[in-house]
């Protein structure tokens, strides 16, 4: 079947800290790989997606390598500002489909 | 920037009644999903649905459940007899084509069922 699992949160930093969320997942044929963050009060907005294994998708600071070889698509930013506070979505989509496959989503809170 | 929208926020009702949950996507785009969030559970597709008609759907859709674009703005998905289970985060969403799982989707900020 079609799975994402990402870490459990809550996570919290100091701002400048180096961010990593671990994502891996299980999917059948090749699925495209998404992050979706959502802030307070707001919906789930695409931060970043790879297509294809190999792809790094990158915005805002945040990266993300489809490693398909690891299954994973691990998050990671440099150096984290208190404005990246929000919950943080792993989802994949299958090849052919639209529906997406979330994680239960990873909260971050970066303290100044 | 256009942004998916749903009403209402928040909505309480009592076991057995039915509810509407309300989304208006993006005027251009031409695909339209519900998804649900159980506190502390993972996102969950539920429907997807394109040219007046249901695309896909999930197991969790069951005859409970039903969506309707009753004119050209709003995209409604309807709980015809609410159980305490339905107690969820409900988002909707949005895409300008079927890109074969590449598309993007936009997401609404969702509406928090609480079923009592």
């Known amino acids: 079947g079609n799975s994402v699992t990402q870490m459990e949160g809550p996570v919290t930093l100091s701002e400048e800290a180096f961010l990593t969320i671990n994502c891996t997942y299980t999917a059948t044929g090749y699925p495209s790989l998404f992050w979706y963050v959502q802030y307070p009060g707001e919906g789930l907005q695409l931060l970043l997606k790879?297509?294809?294994?190999?792809d790094k998708g990158s915005n805002k600071g945040f990266e993300a390598t489809y490693r398909k070889e690891t299954t994973s698509f691990h998050l990671e930013k440099g150096s984290v500002q208190v404005s990246d506070s929000a919950v943080y979505f792993c989802a994949l989509s299958r090849t052919g489909a639209n529906n997406l496959f979330f994680g239960t989503g990873t909260r971050l809170t970066v303290i100044p | 920037e256009p942004e998916v929208t749903q009403t209402p926020s928040h909505q309480v009702t009592q076991m057995g009644q039915e509810v509407i949950l309300r989304c208006v996507p993006i005027?251009?785009?031409?695909?339209f999903y519900w998804y649900r969030q159980i506190l502390g559970q993972k996102v969950e597709f539920l429907v997807s649905f394109y040219n007046n008609e249901i695309s896909e759907k999930s197991e969790i859709f069951d005859d409970q459940f039903s969506v309707e674009r009753p004119d050209g703005s709003n995209f409604t998905l309807k709980i015809r007899s609410t159980k305490l289970e339905d107690s969820a985060m409900y988002f909707c969403a949005s895409s300008e084509t079927r890109g074969g799982g590449q598309e993007t989707q936009y997401f609404g900020p969702g509406t928090r069922l609480l079923v009592l």
């Open positions: 790879a297509t294809k294994a190999d």
């Open positions: 005027s251009n785009h031409l695909y």
